[in-house]
């Protein structure tokens, strides 16, 4: 395709995008192109433009502006003037010369063609704007049941400078601790579960020291914050082990009892005492 072609398709579309009443930042009342053909109370341009006629509308002369001989027909060069109120064309200007197309719209522009830009990005793209707005945060913790049953548990973050018992939380079961705070929604912090000293800190499953946690408050009216506990680093798993109730012996606990037994030995005989042991018998041996 020739750079010439390809500038008057270019301008064609454009024109033609120009003349879409959706574009329109008014009332049309003035366009200006080349003929196609007049039929059925419509009057077509090239660009694919059809617009509808008055009942009688007025022909003219393009220069002067005088009545005209020339009848609209394909080819001639025309300039339609718009009615804004019945948007009807009522004066076409004819001419044989070559018109350069041309659109005019009324000053005043239509509110649901009208655009303008907006500085605020969709809420799906971007997310909920935070306020800052109190949100009650409730942090609970389950633990593992080689817990004592008497430990403090606490809440150690990066805002309080790592302190180990920055949030005590209060034992809610056997095995669940909880606390409710405070905070403005976007307030973010890392923070792990200790017994309140770094020599007892939470692991993982894999009993290693996972990364800390991230924590952000949402804009929301309250939230919760879930941590599981799988063991302590303090834990010592290869510790003798007291005996539990039902407890049995297993290769890592093969002595659940205390020596002698669940019951103690007895210490009184029998009544009659113990009865006489008969003496070995003599197998082989001949009758006296």
Known sequence: MTMRPLAVLLASIALAALALPSLAQGELVRFTGQLLDVRNGYVYFTTGDAFKLADTPRIADYDTGKPTTLKPRAKLFARALFDPATKQVVELDLTARHLAPDVAYAAVAQPLAATRPTTERAPEIVGVKLTGKEVAVAFLVTVPPTTPLNASVYISTDVSGWNPQA??????????????????????????????????????????????????????????????????????????????????????????????????????????????????????????
């Open 167 to 288: 949030i005590k939380l209060d034992r809610i079961d056997g095995n669940r601790y909880r606390a409710v705070r405070r905070f403005a929604s976007g307030t973010k912090f890392a923070y792990r579960v200790t017994r309140g000293s770094w020599n007892s800190v939470a692991v993982g499953n894999d009993g290693l020291q996972a990364p800390a946690l991230e924590y952000v408050t949402k804009e929301v009216d309250a939230q919760e914050a879930r941590t599981d506990v799988f063991a302590w680093t303090d834990d010592r798993g290869n510790a003798p082990q007291g005996a539990q109730p039902g407890a049995v012996p297993t290769p890592y606990n093969p002595n659940p009892f205390q020596p002698g037994g669940i019951f103690p030995a007895p210490h009184a005989s029998p009544p009659g005492g113990f009865p006489t042991p008969r003496p070995p018998s003599q197998p082989n041996q001949p009758p006296h």
